[in-house]
């Protein structure tokens, strides 16, 4: 177990110890658990039309834009908990999520 200790730094709070422990195995393993699964659902997201829809052309556009929108929307909840301003930080996740998607795909075409 590894102990961590230091000193209180606000303004106003005095100065004090406290002690952060190390993850447990139990909770690691779910933390672990909790990304795979984050994982699998969000692999979902842009395969879903796939099976779906019959056209594949069809589905390649409403993945696109299913996928677009799940960034815009990963990216502001993101922005609410680490900055002052969702709405960049949404356009942000989707700018690079979207080179990323485009990246992959161009490379795929190319290997094909």
């Keep these: 177990m590894l102990t961590v200790r230091g000193q209180q730094g606000e303004a106003g709070q005095g100065s ?13 393993s779910r ?15 842009p395969l879903a039309p796939y099976s779906c829809l019959r056209s594949i052309h069809s589905a390649l556009i409403v993945s696109v834009i299913v996928t677009l ?22 356009w942000q996740t989707v700018v690079v999520g979207g080179l990323a998607a485009t990246a992959a795909f161009v490379l795929a075409k190319m290997i094909s």
Excluded: H, N
């Excluded at 004090?16 to 690691?28: I, K, M, P, T």
């Excluded at 933390?31 to 997201?45: C, E, H, N, P, R």
């Design 69 to 90: 929108l799940a960034l815009l929307v990963f990216g502001y909840i993101k922005g609410r908990f680490t900055v002052k301003t969702p709405i960049r930080s949404a």
């Design 16 to 28: 004090g110890e406290w002690d952060a422990q190390c993850l447990s195995s139990e909770r690691a």
């Design 31 to 45: 933390s672990a658990l909790t990304i795979a699964g984050s994982y699998i659902a969000g692999g979902m997201i």
